[in-house]
């Protein structure tokens, strides 16, 4: 029988933070640790697919954070449950081996209605007046009552917003426990977002990065001592990086870019100004370092026009369009017909409006769901205005864009020799590592 196995997904984390990481050193030594190169687009929801599928966003179909939906004219912004995947995932697999090895999913994003055994993550409610309660979904179903009555209610506004942090980490760790305690899952895989939240306020080698880094560093510890209690044998640690923040100086509009050139219409409202989805041309749903341009048609020319605009842009890296997108492998249905990436330094905000006074209320809020893009303002807070600012250039670190120099790389550390077959790995080499471990042919 294998020895049970913990992925940890842990954002952003570099060889020179594990090297600052002594709990996390003391769980995998004797192991080894190689850089991961991340699938583009390297962000959070396309990169947990890529580890737990061994496939590209051109097969499970994760193409970003969010993207349009087409047949309903809606935008899909962290949104979207498990069946948004099209391939089986580990668990998929590992529940089907004849000895039925059950495993634990905790708070990875699609994790809604996954077929993991046992399941924790976000799900607050939406109440009628506009409200939110906190919750969690789980499977059990009942299970979230339980580590509520136990821990508290998970500290939502500490996973995301202006005051993100190790708060919910340190939950999501301790809720873990308990969960290990008493089933004792055989493969358990559990995010970690803290180092997220520092590195693209401050930049990745901020004093305050590296405050975080030690921070999740306590919370690793909590996490070792509490797993090596709940089995009787030592668990193989494996903790991933997913993708590397990379410091960044400049930002791009490309809503704005396409409003000038007359392709993005907007209507006004007692909200202020909203895109108006029907009549617009063209309009991007921006994800850290890149976008989907969704297009009202396919015409070359609307393509060729689209492409130009953005070709000539500051800040922009690479344009694709059609079939060029597959050098991503990012051909997929639910892709922009045009695809926009960042140069390294620079990112890309969603805003369409040409003035403040102008802008939607939801702007200055955290509104994850209402926004057609990736608002890393988000964590920020306006003291005067006790709301978020309307100031991308407050954000100092991004990620997205594909991963073409070591500094845009991570790690994956692991507990035992794995015996890749070279110094660097890719995310979709964590899948066949977990069902190696687990004798999956």
């Known amino acids: 029988m294998p020895n049970p196995l913990v992925l940890l997904s842990i954002p952003a984390l570099r060889e020179t933070d594990v090297a600052a990481m002594r709990h996390l050193r003391s769980m995998t030594a004797g192991g080894e640790i190689v850089e991961l190169v991340p699938s583009f687009p390297c962000v959070t929801c396309p990169v947990q697919a890529a580890m ?51 495993s634990a999913v905790w708070f990875p994003l ?38 509520r009555d136990r821990l508290g209610h998970f500290p939502l506004m500490s996973y995301w917003g202006p005051r993100a942090g190790v708060e919910a980490s340190r939950w999501i760790v301790d809720s873990a426990v308990l969960a290990a305690r008493r089933w004792q899952p055989d493969f358990f895989y559990i995010y970690l977002p803290h180092l997220d939240y520092a590195a693209q306020r401050s930049g990745p080698d901020s004093p305050e990065a590296a405050a975080a880094v ?64 029907e009549h617009s041309r063209a309009f991007a749903m921006v994800d850290h370092q890149f976008s989907h341009v969704y297009l009202a048609d396919d015409d070359p020319q609307l393509v060729r026009r689209v492409v130009d605009l953005f070709r000539s842009c500051e800040g922009i890296g690479e344009v694709l369009a059609g079939a060029q997108r597959s050098r991503y492998g990012m051909e997929h249905a639910r892709s922009g017909e045009v695809i926009v990436i960042s140069a390294p330094h620079s990112w890309q905000a969603y805003y369409w409006w040409l003035s403040d006074d102008r802008a939607p209320r939801f702007a200055r809020t955290v509104d994850i769901h209402r926004k057609p893009g990736y608002d890393p303002v988000e964590l920020f807070l306006d003291p005067a205005m006790q709301s978020i600012p309307l100031d991308a250039g407050l954000v100092r670190g991004s990620h997205g864009a594909p991963a073409v120099d070591p500094s845009q790389r991570t790690v994956l550390v692991a507990s035992e020799p794995l015996r890749f077959s070279g110094p660097t790995v890719k995310d979709t080499d964590v899948f066949g590592a977990v069902l190696s471990h687990f004798d999956f042919r």
């Open 52 to 102: 737990t599928t061994g496939c590209g966003p051109s097969e499970h179909g994760v193409v970003g954070n969010g993207f349009f939906d087409r047949a309903h004219r809606r935008v899909l912004m962290w949104t979207a449950p498990n069946e948004c995947i099209d391939r089986p995932q580990i668990w998929d697999f590992l529940s089907h081996q004849p000895r039925g090895y059950r």
């Open 110 to 147: 699609h994790s809604q209605g996954c077929e993991a055994d046992f399941v924790c993550t976000p799900a607050p409610i939406h109440n009628p007046d506009g409200s939110e309660s906190l919750w969690c979904y789980t499977r059990p179903v009942e299970l979230y009552g339980e580590l």
């Open 214 to 277: 030690a921070e999740l560093d306590e919370v690793l510890g909590r996490l070792s001592e509490g797993i090596t209690e709940a089995y009787d044998e030592t668990p193989l640690w494996l903790a991933a990086g997913e993708y590397a923040i990379t410091p960044v100086r400049h930002v791009c509009y490309p809503n704005r870019v396409l409003r000038e050139a007359g392709l993005l219409a907007v209507c006004a409202s007692d909200d202020g100004e909203q895109v108006d989805l």
